[in-house]
């Protein structure tokens, strides 16, 4: 399905290396509409907040890659801890070696699985989520925004931020302020980056079951005492549409903000979210 036409555009794409997370459904969509994307992600765990069961490990990146390739599109992948600005720069340079360039930039990498009551959640977990989802977004955005305005041929920068930069949500107040915070980020960077032809928008969708999405389902209805249907049945029963959300969703979203037909779009927080987050 290419209904945007992305041929000759090259995308990055953060956290995309764990299968069927909302970052292998961008890639594969921005591939499907004919961008050459680097897929990245953390390869390996690099600590304990950051666990081998809630990352994309190289492996599972490659596996990703290979359904892209299998689909006719072009992918390369590469190791990034968003954390990290060595490791920012050289994702960046590897985007251009391998490809030429850069035009896209989508932060989807992101942990929201260090869940607690805001008087019990330790600091270092606080550190851990605002240090993936708020700091990662500006050393990247840094980067591949000075790639882009070296070309001069303008860009698209997308975050993709939460229902949880709209609404709160009880035990993540770590997650929320850093999505809340990557709103904050999405405007700034739309003024500063506005006049060089590259505009920087986020995404907000609601509840999709990913890896993510399903340890925010495990502890949610362990903590309300419900079976994990009762739980997704109350979250399809308070959606307008009846449904949660599906990575297609999102991924059609972005590859619309990626397009020649969003030019003028910038600076804003697109809810998706079937119209249960209205502002
Ligand atoms: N699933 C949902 O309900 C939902 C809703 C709204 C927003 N989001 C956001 O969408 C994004 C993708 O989430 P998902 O649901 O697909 O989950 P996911 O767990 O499948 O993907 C998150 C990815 O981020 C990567 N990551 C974690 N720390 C990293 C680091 N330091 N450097 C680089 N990569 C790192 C993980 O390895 C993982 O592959 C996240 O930013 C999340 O907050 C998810």
Redo the contacts with the bound molecule.
């Keep these: 399905m290419k209904n945007y036409d992305l041929s000759g555009k090259v995308a990055l794409v953060?956290?995309?290396?764990?299968a069927?997370?909302?970052?292998?459904g961008i890639a594969s969509r921005l591939a499907e509409c004919g961008a050459s994307v680097l897929i990245?992600?953390?390869g390996q765990s690099?600590g304990e907040h950051?666990p081998d069961q809630?990352?994309?490990a190289a492996d599972s990146m490659e596996g990703v890659a290979q359904r892209i390739r299998d689909n006719g599109g072009t992918v390369q992948t590469w190791p990034?801890?968003?954390?990290d600005e060595s490791q920012v720069k050289a994702a960046v340079a590897r985007a251009a070696e391998c490809f030429g360039r850069l035009d896209i930039l989508v932060n989807?990498?992101?942990?929201?699985y260090l869940i607690a009551p805001c008087t019990e959640l330790p600091e270092d977990k606080w550190d851990a989520v605002l240090?993936?989802?708020l700091k990662?977004p500006f050393l990247c955005t840094k980067h591949a925004a000075r790639q882009m305005i070296r070309q001069g041929e303008g860009g698209r920068v997308i975050n993709?931020?939460?229902?949880?930069a709209k609404s709160s949500f009880p035990h993540m107040a770590a997650?929320t302020a850093s999505?809340h915070g990557l709103v904050g980020l999405t405007r700034t960077c739309a003024l500063e980056l506005g006049q060089h032809g590259i505009t920087v928008n986020a995404v907000?969708?609601?509840?999709?079951?990913?890896?993510?999405?399903a340890a925010?389902n495990d502890y949610f209805s362990n903590h309300f005492g419900l079976t994990l249907e009762q739980y997704i049945g109350n979250i399809r029963a308070r959606n307008p549409m009846r449904r949660e959300?599906k990575?297609a969703d999102?991924a059609n979203a972005v590859a619309f903000l990626c397009s020649d037909q969003a030019a003028y779009i910038n600076g804003d927080s697109l809810n998706v979210t079937g119209g249960e987050e209205m502002h």
């Design positions: 953060t956290g995309a290396g764990r069927r997370g909302l970052g292998e990245t992600d953390l690099p950051m809630h990352i994309g990034l801890d968003v954390r989807n990498a992101g942990i929201g240090d993936v989802n990662g993709i931020a939460s229902q949880a997650y999505k907000c969708p609601n509840h999709v079951t990913t890896g993510l999405g925010q959300g990575v999102t």
